[in-house]
């Protein structure tokens, strides 16, 4: 929507897999509630979304402490794998559990001709974090590179 | 003896940019009265969209001196290769299906048979489809372009044959289920295909007629005497819209979601090449028929 400089397509991907995470696996497979894994992603996610929004509301009012910035381009390296991790361990903690109950599954025969296997899915999606978290992971290293030493430059000029 | 007069020489405008400092165009004739929104102009027009092999250097907006840009589009493959590879695939791998070939079905099925007729109709129809599509590209349609990018033909391949394996993976698996409505559900849906496969095709012909051999004209196509090609007083890419009535047609008589799903893809990406072609008709020729949408008569 251009109020804040983030790429839509990588934005909504992360959107899309947090709401995948939250409904369709933590939600819907109860017993997968009370394991750490959940814990570890949930604190992930919110301390990055405090310093992410910090960052946006600080820019847009156009006074951002280095701080901010510093902690946004920082902390993920941290942050980032402890979520993925959290993921991860949530999914394959939900396994046996959509299998035994089918769950979201539907198979032949139906009068629409159609089969779909969760439990297959969701092992689909967690080897597809494979190429995907390196890409994003090494995307924000870049920028790190590029933003924080561009203050460096700035500060030298002051 | 004439004194040159400065107010009324044409003036030459060399434009540099601003950063690296290199001539990025030079506008020589330049009517010294000229604004910058007009020097602007002519900058931006040299600048534009790509020159045809066609253009002669005289007609170009330029100066004494014509200053071309290279732009290297990357790997290039023909357009008629990338069909023939797309369609190709689908017809193949659909049959590899329906004969049941070892490994996909369970053992006891290989090389076993449907009992349903519409089993055998679906896979008629389907390998028609696309060898009537590998026919019309060997010997129906005119390109404009000789070559896309070669990753196009990965991207197109993986949509095509992932989609028809997909499709016929259900219609000839042995727990196939025939449409609700039975034989009446099939006869109709058959006729909506064949209809549709025969409109498609007229208007492919009507194309075709358009523009002469060797040649890259473009002209507003019109109704001609085959009612089929009515359907230009309507729509701008009538081909697009029989192309989505057929795979409705076939998605009704298999009554298979994935087919269905098929439908909505192609018929999403059709309706964005329908609005550019009949956005650039309509930029192309004052005289474009007003009535006309692009893919679906008064609606898309």
Known sequence: ?158 | SKHPDPFHTLREVEILDAKIREKLCFLDKVEPHATIAEIKNLFTKTQGKSLKDEDVLQKLPVGTTATLYFRDLGAQISWVTVFLTEYAGPLFIYLLFYFRVPFIYGHKYDFTSSRHTVVHLACICHSFHYVKRLLETLFVHRFSHGTMPLRNIFKNCTYYWGFAAWMAYYINHPLYTPPTYGAQQVKLALAIFVICQLGNFSIHMALRDLRPAGSKTRKIPYPTKNPFTWLFLLVSCPNYTYEVGSWIGFAIMTQCLPVALFSLVGFTQMTIWAKGKHRSYLKEFRDYPPLRMPIIPFLL
């Open chain 1, 1 to 158: 929507m251009g109020i804040v400089p983030s790429s839509v397509v990588l934005t909504s991907f992360q959107v899309m897999s947090r709401v995948f995470l939250i409904w369709a696996v933590t939600h819907s497979v109860k017993e997968v509630q009370s394991e750490d894994s959940v814990l570890l992603f949930v604190i992930a996610w919110t301390i990055t979304e405090i310093i992410r929004y910090s960052f946006y509301t600080f820019s847009l009012l156009n006074h951002l402490p280095y701080l901010i910035k510093w902690a946004r381009y920082t902390l993920f390296i941290v942050l980032y794998p402890m979520g993925v991790s959290g993921e991860l361990l949530t999914i394959y903690a939900a396994l046996p559990f959509v299998r035994q109950a089918g769950l979201y599954s539907i198979s032949l025969p139906n009068k629409y001709n159609f089969s779909f296997d969760y439990h297959a899915f969701l092992i689909l999606i967690m080897i597809s974090y494979i190429p995907i978290f390196p890409q994003l992971y090494f995307h924000m290293i870049h920028q790190r590179r590029k933003i924080l030493s561009h203050t460096e430059e700035h500060k030298k000029f002051e």
